[in-house]
């Protein structure tokens, strides 16, 4: 996939997430992608990722739901973009709060579409302005270290040794 089809499918997915239609959504994943919300956790397969789209995300977020990709790049099979979203919460304990948030996306690619999606939100963001209390706040970040540490790629990188400086030219 060359850099302008990248661009075009992460345009075609972020206004497929805005439009709240979950199968709409998941026809831009392979039919055994793997997305990985830092919400919702992960999803496999297009019914799996539909459902978190439409159900989960959607019930949560209002009708402003907006989410834009900027300064996208693509490495082989590998994507990057950096992105910005917002929306009004509908979660009843922070219903009518606006929250604005950027992140990083990583799309693993194939075939022309989305084999895995993983994203880097700095979610205490989000919880500050949606009001969560900071003993929530707490409880969630210990959870979400947990995810990163357990993930195969954080294991591997743990275990490995630590690489020897190289001193600056």
């Not at 039919?31 to 949560?60: C, N, P, Q």
């Not at 989305?114 to 500050?128: K, L």
């Amino acid at each position: 996939m060359d850099q302008s089809s990248f661009a075009a499918l992460l345009s075609a997915f972020t206004l497929s997430a805005e439009s709240g239609d979950g199968a709409r959504f998941a026809r831009h994943f392979t039919e055994d992608a793997v997305y990985y919300d830092y919400i919702y956790g992960a999803h496999k397969g297009r019914s799996e990722i539909a459902h978190m789209m439409e159900h989960l995300f959607h019930r949560d977020a209002g009708e402003d739901y907006r989410w834009e990709m900027f300064d996208p790049v693509i490495n082989g099979d590998i994507g990057y973009a950096w992105s910005l979203s917002s929306f009004t919460s509908r979660v009843p304990q922070f219903a009518g709060q606006f929250v604005v948030i950027d992140g990083i996306s990583r799309f693993v690619l194939r075939d022309g579409l989305i084999a895995e999606y993983r994203e880097s939100v700095n979610g205490g963001v989000a919880m500050a302005q949606l009001g969560v209390e900071p003993e929530r706040i707490v409880k969630i970040l210990k959870r979400w270290s947990g995810w990163l540490r357990e993930r195969p790629e954080t294991r591997d990188y743990l275990a490995r040794s630590r690489r020897a400086k190289v001193p600056a030219k």
